[in-house]
T-cell receptor, first 116, second 112 residues
Framework: DAGVTQSPTHLIKTRGQQVTLRCSPK?????VSWYQQALGQGPQFIFQ???????QRGNFPDRFSGHQFPNYSSELNVNALLLGDSALYLC???????????????FGPGTRLTVT | GENVEQHPSTLSVQEGDSAVIKCTYS??????FPWYKQELGKRPQLIID?????GEKKDQRIAVTLNKTAKHFSLHITETQPEDSAVYFC???????????FGSGTRLQVQP
């Protein structure tokens, strides 16, 4: 049973460039959430995708966008990169089915993005 | 929106001692409170969670307590071991399937 996977592991980009990060959810999961974790801080919620639509969004600018595919995998896109976008980007998957039985969010290993 | 505060930021204990980490939340509608352990360079891993209809939950050496009236919850680790050393994050959510709001983390160091 495969867990949450993310690619790439590490990425170095220059200010102003665009980046795409990828996530495959845990087998059987249909919901993907993205978080940004700056060094020494807790993860911050970016957005969540379910049924190929953005269901909830955190306090991040429109430069951050995403997509979910029919196979439930997801992409996070960041445009016009800033130095402050350097962080660990974590993907978490969960199951949206039964209301009270499927609360857990499982995290992937993350993508370390460095903007120079 | 929700705001979660976590204390202490660092905690050093001797092996075998107990460790307690405390969190407060602001959104009275929050009803799901997980705790994650993150080792250096690794993903956050869920270690225990509690829902608002329960006041306490235990799993071997780990326990979590919730006080809805005061809007705070705590992680208790007994008989600490060196492998418990990591950063621990509390989080809160209106539903576990929705956004998690994390605390700032507690770096726990267990001295052998």
């Amino acid at each position: 049973d495969a867990g949450v996977t993310q690619s790439p592991t590490h990425l170095i980009k220059t200010r102003g460039q665009q980046v795409t990060l990828r996530c495959s959810p845990k087998s059987g999961h249909d919901t993907v959430s993205w978080y940004q974790q700056a060094l020494g801080q807790g993860p911050q919620f970016i957005f969540q995708y379910y049924e190929e639509e953005e269901r909830q969004r955190g306090n991040f600018p429109d430069r951050f966008s995403g997509h979910q595919f029919p196979n439930y995998s997801s992409e996070l896109n960041v445009n016009a990169l800033l130095l402050g976008d350097s962080a660990l980007y974590l993907c978490a998957s969960s199951l949206a089915g039964l209301a009270d039985l499927t609360y857990e969010q499982y995290f992937g290993p993350g993508t370390r993005l460095t903007v120079t | 929106g929700e705001n979660v505060e976590q204390h202490p930021s660092t905690l050093s204990v001797q092996e075998g001692d107990s460790a307690v980490i405390k969190c407060t939340y602001s959104d009275s509608a929050s009803n799901y409170f997980p705790w994650y352990k993150q080792e250096l360079g690794k993903r956050p891993q869920l270690i225990i969670d509690i829902r608002s209809n329960v006041g306490e939950k235990k799993d071997q050496r780990i326990a979590v307590t919730l006080n809805k009236t005061a809007k705070h919850f705590s992680l208790h680790i007994t008989e600490t071991q060196p492998e418990d050393s990591a950063v621990y994050f509390c989080a809160a959510s209106r539903s576990g399937r929705r956004a998690l709001t994390f605390g700032s983390g507690t770096r726990l160091q267990v001295q052998p």
